[in-house]
């Protein structure tokens, strides 16, 4: 027993070191920080709404502030705040609001960019959207 048990550390020890030795090779390879900000133009009314109710609950008015309700969007991204700035991509997927008293939306999205610079790179967007707030931040996580 004690032999498996010092062969068996001896080969965690080894594969740490050829772990390590593999990692240390891509050292020279430094991250790029890119900072990004980007506004979503969600139309929930008109012409050209881009959100669309697909789930509620029943007998209750489908509005976005209502606990339960679910969305799904197709939003332009542009670079400004202005409707019609320069699209950087689609914010594609759903939201839900997940609180109960109305005032936090759940998002599940992609941004699939369009413009040069990134075109046909996504962003998967998840998380708390408290719609409420002046300024919000949802997760990248992937």
Known sequence: MEAKIVS?????????????????????????ETNMVFYMQ???TGLNATVFPIAGIPNKPWQVTRFGKVMAIDDKVTVAIER?????????????????DGTDLHLLVSLVFTNKAYNGSTLEIQGADRFYQKYREVSVIS
């Open 8 to 32: 068996l550390s001896l080969m965690l020890i080894l594969l740490t070191l050829a772990t390590s030795r593999e990692a240390s090779k891509y050292q020279f390879l430094k991250l790029k």
């Open 42 to 44: 969600d139309w929930e």
């Open 84 to 100: 019609n700035s320069s699209q950087v991509g689609r914010l594609q997927g759903i939201y839900v609001n997940s609180e109960l």
